[in-house]
């Protein structure tokens, strides 16, 4: 079993940032890779980004390709989404979660994802 945490949250006005954190309770080693999704009211979870643990490689969907960047410290087991240029429609709930979906044909699909975390809501207004 592993625990993924999730932090850092908010609400904040369009065109600002914002970096949430996801602290895994096991070495993230373990896990291929790790991932950030978000879920908007009354729509379904999405894919935001991926990176894979070791190489770091890492993929984004387009909606949010050029301001937010996935990193890890493997130091602190956690994953980092710098959120930049914040727009309304980023409004969700934000989840961290792991697991081997790591190439560019799967990392967005949640069947490829073994553990997830609780969530962190994230709100941004116009």
């Known amino acids: 079993q592993v625990q993924l945490v999730e932090s850092g949250g908010g609400s904040v006005q369009a065109g600002g940032s914002l970096r949430l954190s996801c602290t895994a309770s096991?070495?993230?080693?373990?896990?291929?890779?790790m991932a950030w999704f978000r879920r908007a009211p009354g729509e379904e979870r999405e894919g935001v980004a991926v990176i894979r643990t070791i190489g770091g490689s890492t993929y984004y969907s387009d909606s949010v390709k050029g301001r937010f960047t996935i990193s890890q410290d493997s130091a602190k087991n956690t994953v980092y989404l710098q959120m930049n240029s914040l727009k309304p429609e980023d409004t969700a709930m934000y989840y961290c979660a792991t697991g081997d979906g790591c190439d560019s044909s799967r990392w967005s699909r949640e069947y490829y994802y073994t553990y997830w975390g609780q969530g962190t809501q994230v709100t941004v207004s116009s």
């Open positions: 096991k070495y993230i080693y373990w896990s291929k890779c």
